[in-house]
């Protein structure tokens, strides 16, 4: 899987938006970029996952760069209750049910009120 | 959504003894598990991949016989920590892939050992 690189920490006000980026400049053509969070002492959570188009659910929006060797993951409105560690990984979704998540250092948001 | 559900959530155990940590799908069934380690400030760190009905996969420099997975049904896997040390002492997380988001996780086990 093609490795990732994240801020170690960042900080965002209640309200506002927050923009987290990740680089990944060596990723492949099959490999897509997944997002997750991990609020202390809990399981990391599913938050999005996109390949090369723009997404959004209703956690969040996943921008893309044109040549895909980088994103941003937009939480439109943050809210004190973001606060955890966003981590960007990305990796061949193959279909299969036994390819491993291998988890970075993540970025620390700290939503401030 | 699909949900796994990890017990317990905090184990206090004796040096010396075992603890199992369970690790179940409650609405899909799972063919593979993940079992993962995250010491105090750091990441979360693959320890093995759980496989019903065969042998585990472990990660380089993870004890086999000291951490025993079983996964005999397609809902259940399990991790047994063995002959726990406070070294052991960490935070257990276990995950599933699911279709279409990916991977989900359970909540987590926090060990300690006294």
């Known amino acids: 899987d093609a490795k990732t690189t994240q801020p170690t920490s960042m900080d965002c006000a209640e309200g506002r938006a927050a923009n987290l980026p990740c680089n990944h400049s060596t990723i492949s053509g099959n490999e897509y970029v997944y997002w997750y969070r991990q609020i202390h002492s809990q399981g990391p959570q599913y938050i999005i996952h996109g390949l090369k188009n723009n997404e959004t659910n209703e956690m969040a929006s996943l921008i893309i760069t044109e040549d895909r060797k980088s994103s941003t993951l937009i939480l439109p409105h943050a809210t004190l209750r973001d606060t955890a560690v966003y981590y960007c990984?990305?990796?061949?979704?193959?279909?299969?049910?036994?390819?491993?998540?291998?988890f970075g250092k993540g970025t620390l948001l700290t939503v401030n009120p | 959504g699909a949900v796994v559900s990890q017990h317990p959530s905090r184990v206090i155990c004796k040096s010396g003894t075992s603890v199992k940590i369970e690790c179940r799908s409650l609405?899909?069934?799972?063919?593979?598990m993940f079992w993962y380690r995250q010491f105090p400030k750091q990441s979360l760190m693959l320890m093995a991949t759980?496989?019903?009905?065969?042998?585990?996969?472990?990660e380089q420099g993870v004890e086999k016989d000291k951490f025993l997975i079983n996964h005999a049904s397609l809902t259940l896997s399990t991790l047994t920590v063995t002959s726990a040390h406070p070294e052991d002492s960490s935070f257990y997380i276990c995950?599933?892939?699911?279709?279409?988001?990916?991977?989900?996780f359970g909540s987590g086990t926090r060990l300690t050992v006294v």
């Open positions: 995950s599933a892939r699911v279709a279409g988001t990916g991977y989900t």
């Open positions: 759980s496989n019903e009905g065969s042998k585990a996969t472990y």
């Open positions: 990984i990305v990796r061949v979704d193959s279909g299969g049910s036994n390819y491993k998540l291998t």
């Open positions: 609405d899909f069934q799972a063919t593979t």
